[in-house]
């Protein structure tokens, strides 16, 4: 045994490192900016209304059975990174069907959505790089162009304009380095265009035909992540990049989660062959990261099947959210229109959407509440998802319990 060193153990520290911590927590507190854990039971009485089960497949039968089957055939973890022991028959049925599904040439499955954007952003560039990122992007675009090390130029929301100023920049030497210096301008130089395709916050779609002809203008590569497209936008959910047609250009790469329509877990990255082959090779986040647990990868690859047969859970989605639209703007709230099934509904305070947010729970009602730094904007919102397997009535009763727990404006 190796001696212990009781003194070392005994000896406290003079002052705990962790002291501002507290500071910190009364900070958040004051703003009504802590957040909390909370289970919830797997019989949950409520109205689910916050979670991204855009289909209504987490629960489905077929989906739910064939994530047992693959774990009882397979075992409960991938037992190591993709290149290593984690690559199973079934990831590479779904990476094929993926592909097949949105019109993409190749595709690649990540254990998430947050790991595939990492791994897309960072490989395709580096120092040297322009990237240029939507304000309004999620959370793991914007850390894959800090993560990147390239010169990141964030523009406004949803302007392909701002977009084609800013790559423009990269040739004519006015596009400026991370550390604010001017360049000299390289006709020679790469450029990545990062956008979600349809935004988390509010639900609306990127302007993709104006990205693309901004990007095409410039030499410049389009990178969607299509976490809240997939499964609801294009023919038969195939996605945001299948209805702007640019499914399989080759100069366009999507990332996608299937935890959301697909109601499993993990991500992917679609794009053209070479780009998923380099990925295999150079994205940390895929070749030291542990595979994709096999439950996961037949349960998503279950519900692509699924949706393959029953192509009207898209529309019926996208119904519902412009149901819960038109409804809660008759109430009089503030509420945004959606493109897809992500319906948001503003407060005035970050401490009256979290009351407004409880107060539907005590009625029934599992909502989201977006608070900063969540929302790029700053506004405090109550966060609505659409489901195709919504009654009109549960969609009416809901729409109840918001506008009789609303707040005063």
Known sequence: MLPVDTAAQQQEPAESPFGWLADADRVRR?????????????????????????????????????????????????????????????????????????????????????????????????????????????????????????????VRHADPDAVRKALQGLHDGTARDADGHQGHGDPDARALVVSDAVFSVDGDAAPLAGLVAACRAHGAALLLDDAHGLGVMGEGGRGSANAAGLAGAPDVVCTVTLSKSFGAQGGAVLGPAVVIEHLVNAARSFIFDTGLAPAAAGAALAALRLLRR?????????????????????????????????????????????????RCRDEGLAVGCFRPPSVPDGVSRLRLTARCDLTGRQVRRAVDVIAATAPPR
Do not use: M
């Open 30 to 154: 004051a703003a009504g900016l802590r957040r909390e854990l909370r289970p919830r039971a797997a019989d949950s009485p409520l109205l689910d209304l916050a979670g991204n089960d855009y289909l209504g497949l987490t629960r489905h039968p077929e989906v739910v059975r064939a994530g047992a089957d693959a774990c009882l055939r397979w075992g409960a973890g991938a037992t190591g990174s993709r290149l290593v022991t984690g690559t199973t028959a079934l990831h590479a049925e779904l990476e094929a069907e993926l592909a097949a599904f949105t019109g993409f040439e190749a595709a690649l499955v990540f254990a998430s959505g947050y790991a595939a954007n990492l791994a897309a952003i960072t490989a395709l560039t580096g120092p040297g790089t322009l990237l240029v990122s939507d304000a309004a992007n999620h959370a793991s675009l914007i850390d894959g162009c800090r993560l990147s090390k390239a010169t990141t130029e964030v």
């Open 310 to 358: 029953e192509p009207d859970r898209a529309g019926r989605a996208r119904q519902v959210a412009r149901d819960f639209h038109r409804l809660l703007a008759e109430r009089g709230l503030d509420v945004t229109a959606p493109d897809a099934c992500v319906v948001s509904v503003r407060a005035p305070t970050p401490g009256s959407a979290l009351a407004w947010a409880a």
